[in-house]
């Protein structure tokens, strides 16, 4: 029969991670279907002081470590969107956009998404002064008047998060108080940077391409207000922090949900379909905190053993040491992105750190062709970071050489066929055939490891990709620009630029350019972008948030 699974896991967020950690460990082979790159929403957070066991630590930090934990007991993760499940019957199926899966049983782990409010303007200005990341967008609103709309923990943290940039944080509160534990609500009402609203909602936001007014209504008095800049020529920001609405239209009418979409489970997580399991924040509970989903997702695992134990009995199955690859999808997942992730460091003095050089020179053992990076520089401190950022990085592998061209010189000439922003690193392969991979800025912060992916995609034996992507993207034979504007502080960013750069690597029509948005503020007013990533195809098309390698080739096959 088909190659099978014993459980295969939908979501790599702390309950999906979990259950692949507990999992794997009993012996059992399991895989991890991400959407996104793994984490889910707690990878945004800055901060988590309330995990036990870890005093401090970003929610990128710790979820890494968990997905570092159940690679090491033998769990495999595939990148792909689920787009159909079929869970009735003694064999799961499992339609991914990169083939088709079959496991004995199912865990869902697909967590929830920040919930839109729905008032007038909340769509419309998404990405250009509305915004649910604080870490991403907050430096955007330096010296701009800002609100949180929400009264949760989510909503106080953010707010106090945001005193660092703006003028001024208003709260925005529905509710006569906040939600959130006291002492963290005291801490909010004390900070003199914060103003709180409560019994108030949004009724509107407006503007021509940014936003200029917002209308708000107390909800017992029924009285009205609005908000304008003092300064007509600014504006200010909106942080929508209202909850999550559960991630199960997957999984509606295949089990039962509540009257909010959250899937009902029993207190071993399992569904009412034999062999199907939820855990996280896709699921009924009173808490929605890492600690518990992380506790549902070992929950779900350690309950399935026994499933799954019974169903080879059943089925008269023959256990197998490894599963190698997920059907049709042509190439290991366990060769994934964490194959190359290596340390971040803010960029301040050297870029390239000891430890940073102990990680990168396995990587760079792998490289098997010659690249080279050409760089035009102009007369800013970035271009001399830059300049410092190659020196540093060229004694870790002789694939890897560098040119340096001031953009007045007569040797940049040649290169400004390709860009006529600066500076610019591009990519070059030894015969001198642009590669299509170009960074405008120094790839340091969160978006070092999206630059080491690059070189290692470019001259190594690169990440694997399914036939079907690859063929979707040698298939496009149009000419695509795509420009990524990210902030090195942002954990959203890595994952669209690593994108596309990925398809910029397959297919000599499309390049891909990276944008450290802080140091080329022409470009935010040109597309009015208030928020990271963002995506501009062609100069025209504009799309905010995340995205995976998939859902960008859907962008450009509409552009």
Not at 168 to 191: L, M, W
Request: contains cysteine; charged residues 25%; proline residues 3%.
């Amino acid at each position: 029969m088909d190659q099978l699974y014993d459980v295969i896991i939908i979501g790599g967020g702390p309950a999906g991670l979990s259950a692949a950690l507990y999992g794997a460990r009993a012996k059992q082979s399991v895989l991890v279907i991400e959407k996104e790159k793994s984490g889910g929403q707690i990878t945004i957070t800055e901060e988590v002081v309330n995990y036990p066991g870890v005093a401090s630590g970003s929610g990128k930090e710790i979820t890494e470590v968990m997905r570092q934990q159940a690679v090491s007991f033998g769990a495999s993760f595939l990148s792909a969107e689920v787009k159909e499940l079929e869970l009735q019957g003694d064999y799961k199926r499992v339609i991914t956009t990169k083939g088709e899966l079959k496991a004995l049983a199912v865990v869902i782990a697909t967590g929830a998404s920040p919930r839109k409010l729905g008032f007038p303007g909340e769509k419309e200005f998404q990405g250009r002064g509305v915004a649910n990341c604080a870490t991403c967008d907050g430096e955007f609103f330096t010296g701009l008047d800002v609100f949180v709309v929400g009264a949760g923990f989510a909503a106080a943290e953010e707010a106090m998060f945001l005193t660092r940039f703006a003028k001024k944080v208003r709260i925005i509160a529905r509710e006569p108080e906040f939600t959130c534990a006291k002492s963290i609500g005291d801490k909010v009402k004390a900070h003199e940077g914060i103003d709180i609203f409560f019994n108030t909602e949004v009724k509107e936001i407006g503007g021509n391409n940014k936003l200029e007014y917002a209308k708000f209504i107390n909800n017992i008095t029924g009285d009205e207000w609005e908000y304008r800049p003092e300064n007509p020529a600014e504006t200010f920001g909106v942080f929508v922090f209202a909850g999550y609405v559960p991630s199960t239209e997957l999984v509606k009418g295949k089990v039962q949900l509540d009257d909010f979409g959250y899937i009902i489970t029993d207190r071993n997580q399992m569904t009412d379909i034999p062999g199907v399991y939820a855990a996280g924040d896709v699921c009924v509970k009173n808490l929605r905190q890492v600690v518990t989903a992380v506790a549902d997702g070992a929950i779900a695992a350690t309950s399935l053993e026994k499933y799954i134990a019974d169903k080879y009995q059943e089925l008269n199955l023959q256990r197998q040491e490894k599963v190698g690859e997920p059907a049709e999808a042509g190439s290991k997942v366990a060769e994934s992105s964490a194959e190359v992730e290596v340390g971040t460091k803010e960029i301040s003095g050297t870029f390239i750190t000891a430890e940073m050089s102990a990680q990168l020179k396995p990587i760079f053992s792998k490289l098997e062709k010659k690249l080279r990076l050409v760089a035009l520089l102009d007369d800013r401190g970035i271009s001399e970071e830059l300049k410092i950022f190659l020196k540093e990085l060229s004694p870790l592998t002789d694939n890897i050489s560098y040119e340096l061209h001031s953009v007045t010189s007569a040797e940049a000439e040649e290169y400004k066929k390709y860009t006529d922003s600066y500076p610019a690193l591009m990519f070059f392969n030894e015969e001198g055939v642009y590669l299509g991979i170009q960074y405008h800025g120094v790839p340091g912060g969160h978006e070092f490891n999206s630059f080491v992916i690059a070189l290692y995609n470019a001259a190594g034996p690169g990440q694997p990709l399914d036939k079907y992507t690859l063929d979707k993207i040698k298939g496009l034979n149009k000419k695509i620009n795509m420009k990524v504007f990210v902030s090195l502080a942002c954990t959203m960013c890595p994952e669209v630029v690593m994108g596309s750069q990925r398809i910029a690597l397959e297919n000599q029509e499309i390049e891909a350019e990276m944008y450290d948005l802080a140091h080329y503020p022409h470009f935010k007013e040109k597309y009015s972008i208030m928020s990271v990533p963002c995506l501009v195809i062609n100069d025209k098309e504009i799309a905010f948030g995340k995205k995976s390698t998939d859902q960008i080739l859907e962008l450009i096959e509409s552009a």
